[in-house]
């Protein structure tokens, strides 16, 4: 008997191809679907760990340099850097000479100059009324006068007597008298001679003159003031119109400066710039304010007035050293370091010593030779053999 065998496609292949999810509610359809999308994820993260987990060491270098902090680094070199020494002080005269009155003294008849004036030496600054002085010296001329006559008249005698002796009219004792009468008589020209010297001489100081020439910068008499040796300061003179600026130094920049360096001093309110010298510095240091004195000697010019304030720029000399910014010099009280990369960029400390500060920065005489990559910034962070990610500093 023969069989057919047929296979209803349309129900056999609903069966076969069944979605196993037919028949089951949609709650739990989409809780099967939450649970396959969590192992999926499960599964993928098991790979990540395995994969970091067995990577190579290249790759775990190439961590770890992410991972290493990044700083900026310098190659400071070496230079010749000028030591510049920033000071303040006051303007005076170098040589300040005060004239007072000498001799007697009296009423001033005339003033002659006034302050800001060039005087020359042996100028007569004021003149002091001189009517006694004038009689008297009429007096001791008459004296003089009177006192050659007796010596005339006591030569006479004893010449005439000289001519007798001889003769035995004169003894020798008479002729002892009159030459000693003669001595005591020209003796007491010389006196009256001496005295009228010396009142002349009173009488030309009672003209207040220049004792050098110079700038004359203060006038403290007017005519009708009576003046005496005890009436202080009349006048004041810069001799030869020289300046120089009083520098107060700490004791530390006192210890860099020597005589015969230049400085450039501004005056306040001057746009203009002198170029001086220090002459001297101080000897001994304030013990109240630890500060010495550096004398700048300048040559006269207007704009310099004594006790004016100024500003000064002291050239303290040169070194060659390497040069760092401030920020690159770290302190732990006792000395002074930096932090340079080595070898396999590890941080590695210096001691350093320093010497001269600019406006550019600190010049670094011991510790460096220039040519290490030295950390800029935040070394104040790093410790000894640490790893990190130099990057060279833009300049």
């Not at 303040?88 to 006034?114: D, H, I, T, Y």
């Not at 009228?196 to 050098?212: F, H, T």
Request: hydrophobic fraction near 45%; avoid cysteine; proline fraction near 4%.
């Amino acid at each position: 008997m023969n069989y057919e065998s047929r296979i209803d496609s349309s129900s056999d292949n609903s069966t076969i191809f069944a979605n196993p999810l037919d028949g089951v509610d949609d709650d739990d359809r989409r809780s099967r679907k939450r649970t396959i999308v969590i192992i999926a994820l499960a599964v993928l993260f098991l790979v990540a760990v395995w994969f970091f987990m067995h990577r190579g060491g290249g790759d775990s270098a190439a961590d770890g340099k992410d991972q290493a902090p990044t700083v900026s680094v310098i190659t400071p070199g070496a230079a010749t850097i000028q030591g510049l020494i920033n000071a303040n002080g006051s303007l005076a005269a170098r040589r300040e000479m005060p004239v007072s009155a000498v001799g007697e003294g009296g009423q001033v008849r005339s003033v002659l100059v006034e302050a800001g004036q060039w005087v020359r030496a042996g100028q007569v600054l004021a003149v002091i009324d001189r009517s006694v002085q004038v009689q008297q010296a009429a007096a001791q001329s008459a004296q003089i006068s009177v006192a050659q006559a007796n010596a005339r008249l006591a030569q006479a005698n004893l010449d005439r007597a000289l001519k007798l002796v001889d003769r035995g009219f004169i003894s020798k004792a008479d002729v002892d008298r009159l030459t000693a009468t003669r001595d005591a008589a020209a003796a007491q020209v010389n006196v009256a001679r001496a005295q009228s010297g010396q009142i002349g001489a009173q009488l030309a100081r009672l003209n207040i003159l220049a004792p050098a020439d110079g700038l004359l910068l203060e006038r403290k008499v007017e005519p009708g003031q009576v003046v005496s040796p005890g009436s202080g300061v009349l006048f004041r003179i810069a001799k030869g119109g020289e300046m120089e600026m009083l520098a107060k130094l700490g004791e530390v920049d006192m210890a860099q400066v020597t005589t015969g360096i230049s400085a450039e001093v501004t005056p306040v309110g001057a746009p203009k710039v002198f170029t001086g010298q220090v002459w001297q510095t101080s000897p001994v240091i304030d013990p109240a304010t630890r500060q010495g004195t550096v004398r700048i000697a300048l040559a006269y010019a207007p704009e310099l007035r004594p006790g004016g304030f100024a500003s000064a720029v002291i050239k303290a000399g040169s070194v060659v050293a390497p040069m760092l910014p401030d920020s690159a010099i770290l302190s732990d009280g006792k000395t002074s370091y930096v932090y340079v990369i080595g070898k396999n960029n590890k941080a590695e400390r210096r001691e350093v010593k320093t010497g001269l500060v600019t406006d550019g920065g600190i010049a670094v005489i011991s510790g460096l030779s220039g040519n290490e990559r030295v950390v800029l910034r935040a070394g104040g962070f790093l410790n000894p053999g640490e790893t990190v990610n130099p990057v060279a500093a833009k300049k």
